[in-house]
Every structure is written in structure tokens, then in C-alpha cells.
């Protein structure tokens, strides 16, 4: 079956590094993504990774994938105050009758002053 | 921004109600999916219309529906509602292929009194 998980709570402090991991188990997931939520708001898409590739960078935003043990992460580097959200990762699975996200329980990142 | 819009942003209803919840896709996107978010469930798919025919459904009530229209905006039904049914529902559009990219409105918080 599908499952995708997260650790609940990250807290770093502002210019650290920030590293949010994810497990998956769909190996045939095609895409793999990562949304932040901020209180109150919809998920915005951050970055996404094709699952031919071991790493993207994104500015700020790093992400690695081992296939093999079927993790992703999401590093930030320099986290701000502004980085304090609820990330996700999502994976799209390749079974061609459902085309929906599948959603982990999302890590709440804290950053402190 | 991501282009797709959400109406209402709030919602506050009784028990045994229903209400109908809008989302309008972005500009070019025909498929449009439906998602719950609640504090025990996290983010579940209910389910996906594609050019207005259902593609795909996930963990969706039979107390609710939805459908899309030839203007490709999208409407999700919910009757009979229950305490349990207060959530965010979270409403989102891709252009769909390989790669899927799903972008988020900013959701219609549901609240059942």
C-alpha cells in the first residue's frame, strides 16, 4: 500500500541548516514533491524531484533522493523565521487510474531568533 | 498566488446541513482534484475530475459529490454533515501528465456546530 511518512517537529535555530526527511513506499512514484503550509493557508509548491534524478537545487532549497531506501529530503540552507511552516512531501503514484498526491503527516519546522 | 480559487474561505454550519464548496482551476488546467485536511485524517484525496468527468476517487463519502463543469470550475457537495466532517478542504489543479504538478488553492475551512 501507500504510505509516505514524516517526523512531526523540527526546531532549528535562524541561519542554521534545516533537514526535513521523508520516507516513501511506492517505489513506481514517477515524481516526488515538497509543499509548505504556513498557518491558515493552502499548500505552496516549494520543488519537486523526477525519480531518474539523485539531487535538485533550488536556491536555498536541496533535495536528495535514494531511491534504494526510498527517502527524500529537503535541506534548507540559512533557514529564516520565514521558513517556520508545515512541509510535506507527496509522492504521485504511477497507478494509471489515480492521479492524486499522497500526502505524509507533514513536519512542522520551528526556527528561533 | 497559485491561480486557483477557493470560495468560501469559511464556512460555519449545522449538523445535518449541506453546503457546496467552489474551486476554480488555473488557466489551462482540466483536471481538478478535491482533498481533506483534518488534525486526525491529514491530507486525504476524496477526489479527481478530469475535462468534467470524474477520473479518480480516493476516500470520499458517499454523502458527498462533486462535479466539474464545461467552464472546468469544480464544486464539491456535502451533505448530512457531522461534527467529524469540519476540516479544510483543500481544492487543486494540474495539467496532467508525467509529470502532474498539483497546485493548491487556499482552501474552505469547514466548521459543523
Known amino acids: 500500500g501507500e504510505d509516505v511518512e514524516q517526523s512531526l517537529f523540527l526546531s532549528v535555530r535562524e541561519g542554521d541548516s534545516s533537514v526535513i526527511n521523508c520516507t516513501y513506499t511506492?517505489?513506481?512514484?514517477?515524481?516526488l514533491y515538497w509543499y509548505k503550509q504556513e498557518p491558515g493557508a493552502g499548500l505552496q509548491l516549494l520543488t519537486y524531484i523526477f525519480s531518474n534524478m539523485d539531487m535538485k537545487q533550488d536556491q536555498r532549497l536541496t533535495v536528495l533522493l535514494n531511491k534504494k531506501d526510498k527517502h527524500l529530503s529537503l535541506r534548507i540552507a540559512d533557514t529564516q523565521t520565514g521558513d517556520s511552516a508545515i512541509y510535506f512531501c507527496?509522492?504521485?503514484?504511477?497507478?494509471?487510474?489515480?492521479?492524486?498526491?499522497?500526502f505524509g503527516s507533514g513536519t512542522r519546522l520551528q526556527v528561533q531568533p | 498566488d497559485s491561480g486557483v480559487t477557493q470560495t468560501p474561505k469559511h464556512l460555519i454550519t449545522a449538523t445535518g446541513q449541506r453546503v457546496t464548496l467552489r474551486c476554480s482551476p488555473r488557466s489551462g488546467d482540466l483536471s481538478v482534484y478535491w482533498y481533506q485536511q483534518s488534525l486526525d485524517q491529514g491530507l486525504q484525496f476524496l477526489i479527481q475530475?478530469?475535462?468534467?468527468?470524474?477520473?479518480a476517487k480516493g476516500n470520499i463519502l458517499e454523502r458527498f459529490s462533486a462535479q466539474q463543469f464545461p467552464d472546468l470550475h469544480s464544486e464539491l457537495n456535502l451533505s448530512s454533515l457531522e461534527l467529524g466532517d469540519s476540516a479544510l478542504y483543500f481544492c487543486?489543479?494540474?495539467?496532467?501528465?508525467?509529470?502532474?504538478?498539483?497546485?493548491f488553492g487556499p482552501g474552505t475551512r469547514l466548521t459543523v456546530l
Open positions: 507527496a509522492e504521485n503514484p504511477r497507478d494509471t487510474g489515480r492521479r492524486a498526491l499522497t
Open positions: 475530475y478530469y475535462n468534467g468527468e470524474e477520473r
Open positions: 511506492d517505489s513506481s512514484s514517477t515524481y
Open positions: 487543486a489543479s494540474s495539467v496532467v501528465g508525467a509529470m502532474n504538478t498539483q497546485y
